[in-house]
């Protein structure tokens, strides 16, 4: 098949979901140590007052009941250190975008990240994941901004990325994914700050369901996604904007891990069959991340 990007709903009409390569799901789970988190300047505008203001005992014991909790559901959590002088590490979705090929081998594209004081941190994950076997496949210097499972995330189950595009990844970049990993790429385009990565306004939860914040999105992006998705549960702006339920992981397509307190969120994906798993990630929220943040599912 020919990888391309889709970009509106005509494009989308060629696209058999069903015939698509069936893409076997990661189960283990890596997370940077939070020793080093701090907010120190702000790159998104969840972070506006919070310079200094992080308490990092109180976000050390989140980090652990998050990695508790992913135990728990029976997946094996795996670390990086965090490192000095790169406060923003620990929020493990952005460095990279790990897949999986035809042949069953685990690669990862290291990602191109916006602002210069987050790319110091991915070094550290392209080694950690050279260390582990991992086939390194790179973008071009001509692809632009990249910030990794932020804004580029697996279609459940199969060879397909939804990929955000705006504050912070560019356009261009997909088109060159694209064609390095030979998979099609359906293009969002982000219009809200607040939602600068697509990981804050859109959680795929299984091949038919989705969690999504409608006005983050451009009118044409949100119509592909609800083409795509039979059931996309709307997350009220409240619940999307301070409690970042969007930035949720649904761990094999029945149990959402997600911010304590998105009361119609959860309702919603009761009603739906899902079963739900609150944490506490107040720290991290004042930097503008949650649980689908602090994790990078790896094979």
């Not at 632009?144 to 990325?161: N, S, T, V, Y």
């Not at 356009?171 to 064609?179: K, S």
């Amino acid at each position: 098949m020919r990888p391309f990007v889709i970009q509106s709903r005509a494009e989308l009409a060629g696209l058999d979901l069903a015939a698509l390569p069936a893409r076997a799901e990661p189960q283990r789970v890596l997370m940077c140590t939070p020793e080093h988190f701090d907010v120190v300047d702000v790159k998104n505008p969840h972070m506006a007052g919070h310079i200094g203001h992080i308490d990092r005992p109180r976000a050390a014991a989140q980090w652990r009941e998050l990695a508790a909790t992913f135990r728990r559901l029976g997946h094996e959590v795996a670390t990086i250190a965090g490192q000095p002088g790169l406060e923003d590490m620990v929020f493990a979705a952005n460095q990279v975008l790990p897949g999986i090929g035809g042949d069953g081998r685990p690669y990862v594209v290291p990602s191109h990240m916006r602002h210069e004081r987050r790319r110091g941190e991915v070094p550290h994950y392209r080694a950690w994941f050279a260390a582990q076997g991992y086939a390194i496949r790179e973008l071009s210097a001509d692809a632009g901004f990249f910030e990794g499972q932020g804004d580029a995330i697996w279609h459940p189950g199969r060879q397909l990325l939804w990929g955000g595009h705006g504050p912070r990844t560019s356009p261009r970049a997909y088109d060159e994914l694209a064609a390095l990993l030979r998979v099609p790429v359906i293009e969002l385009r982000l219009v809200q700050p607040g939602y600068y990565h697509l990981d804050t306004c859109f959680c795929a939860l299984s091949p038919a369901a989705a969690l999504v914040y409608p006005a983050a999105f451009d009118g044409e992006s949100l119509a592909m996604l609800r083409a795509v998705f039979p059931l996309v549960i709307e997350v009220p702006e409240g619940e999307a904007s301070h409690g970042f339920a969007c930035n949720a992981l649904c761990l094999d397509g029945r149990t959402v891990v997600l911010q304590r307190g998105a009361v119609r969120t959860v309702a919603a994906l009761r009603a739906a069959g899902f079963e739900v798993a609150e944490v506490e990630t107040g720290e991290f929220l004042k930097s503008g991340g949650s649980v689908f943040c602090l994790k990078v599912m790896v094979y």
